[in-house]
C-alpha cells in the first residue's frame, strides 16, 4: 500500500479513537498537522447555546497564544467575511483565507495583528465541519512565512480527511451525554440516548444497547437476520453492509459520507452512522459475540441540528460540497446572482454547479430540481429537506 494511504488511514482510525476517548485530540490534531505541513492546527466542537467544549484541541500553538484563541471570536467571523458569510460555507470544503478576503482587508484585524502576525503565518486554511442553531465544529490550520503558499497536496489531503472529521464531531455530540455518566466503552454505550449496535466484519451482531435491542425486537428499522444486522428498508441496497467492510479493511470506502438513510415502517427516515472500531481493544462483550467488532452502527433522527436530510441527499446522489451548497440556496429561492454574492463565487461557477446538479439530480431545469428538493423529504411530517 502506498506510504501516503497508508498515513491517511492510520489518521482516520486515530480520528475515530479520539471520538470514544477525547484526550486523544492534542495528539490526533498534531498528527494531521504534521503530515499535511502546516505551521499550527487547532479543532473545536461547540454545543450551543450553552456555548460549552465537546472538543478543543490544538497543535504548536505556544502559549500565551493558545490560551488567548477564544479572545478573538468575532475578529476571526470578521476575518472570514462575517457571520452570513461563514454559514453559507460549504461543509467539508478547505477555505483558504487569501481566496476569500484580501489580504488588504487582513492590516487592521485585531486576531490577525495580535495572534496570527507574531506566530509568523501568513495565511490560514478553514474547514467547516457543521454550523447551526446546536453545534460549531471546525478546524483551522496556519502557514508559516517560511512556506508561504498553500499547495494542492494540502487542500486535497484535507479533503480525505474531511468527511471523517464531521463524522467525528457529529458522533461526538450524540456520544457527550453518555460518556459523561459511564466508566467503560460499554458502558458510554448502554447510556447513550441512540441506538447503538457493535458488529463484526461478517455483519454478526456483537453488542447492541437497549434502544437497538428494542429496534431489532420489532425489525424496524433494524433488524437481525442469523444473528446478522440487517436493514430492511435501506434506501439504496448494500451501503450498510459496504460501509462496514469498509471499516475493516477497505481504503477506498473509509472515504465515502457518514450518512445512510433509511425507512421505517409508518415511512418516517431515520440515518445510520457507521463508526470504523478496527483500531481499538472495544473489551469482551460475551460468549455470544461471534468476533472482534469492527464497527459500530449509531442510528440517529434525521434532526435539523445533523442536517441529516440534505446530508442523505449529498450520499445518494454523490454532491460534492460546494454542489450540495448551491442546491440548498436554490431550493430556499435564491436567485443565481444572489448565490454567487452569498458563496463569494462567480456567476460562472454557480452555472456550472447548478448544470452538474441537473445532470445528478436527473432534471433539467430549476423549476424540477426545486420540485425535487420538495419530494426529496425523508419523512412525512418535514415538508422539504433544505433550510433557508
Known sequence: MDTRVQTELDLIGAIYDAVI????????????????????????VLTLPEGRFLVNSSSNIPEPYASRMLDYGPETVELWGGTTRFAMTPKEEPLVLSEVNPRTAWEHNRYFEEWGKPQGLVDLVALILEYSPQMVAAIGMGLHEATPT????????????APHLRRAAVISGLLDRGLQAAASFE????????????????????????????????????????????????????????????????????????????????????????????????????????????????????????????????????????????????????????????????????????LRLFDKLGVHSRAELLRFARNSSLGPARASPIRG
Do not use: C
Not at 442510528?299 to 440548498?328: C, G, H, K, M
Open 21 to 44: 476517548d477525547p484526550t486523544l485530540w492534542d495528539d490526533t490534531i498534531d498528527r494531521i498537522r504534521r503530515h499535511l505541513g502546516f505551521q499550527t492546527a487547532s479543532v473545536s
Open 150 to 161: 498553500v499547495t494542492d497536496e494540502q487542500i486535497e489531503g484535507l479533503r480525505v480527511l
Open 187 to 354: 458502558g458510554a454505550l448502554s447510556s447513550l440516548g441512540s441506538a447503538v449496535v457493535l458488529v463484526d466484519e461478517r455483519m454478526h451482531i456483537v453488542y447492541a444497547n437497549a434502544l437497538a435491542d428494542q429496534m431489532l425486537h420489532a425489525g424496524d428499522p433494524l433488524a437481525r437476520m442469523n444473528d446478522r444486522l440487517h436493514l430492511p428498508r435501506e434506501l439504496v441496497r448494500g451501503q450498510l453492509e459496504a460501509a462496514v467492510a469498509a471499516a475493516a479493511v477497505d481504503a477506498s470506502g473509509l472515504q465515502r459520507g457518514s450518512g445512510i438513510p433509511v425507512h421505517r415502517g409508518d415511512g418516517s427516515g431515520m440515518i445510520v452512522h457507521v463508526l470504523p472500531l478496527q483500531r481499538r481493544q472495544v473489551g469482551n462483550f460475551g460468549a455470544a459475540a461471534r468476533g472482534q467488532p469492527v464497527a459500530a452502527v449509531f442510528v440517529a433522527e434525521p434532526d435539523s441540528e445533523l442536517n441529516l436530510p440534505i446530508e442523505a441527499i449529498q450520499l445518494l446522489y454523490r454532491l460534492r460540497p460546494a454542489e450540495t451548497r448551491v442546491f440548498e440556496l436554490i431550493a430556499s429561492g435564491l436567485s443565481a446572482p444572489r448565490i454567487a454574492r452569498s458563496l463569494g463565487i462567480s456567476p460562472n461557477t454557480v452555472k456550472t454547479h447548478t
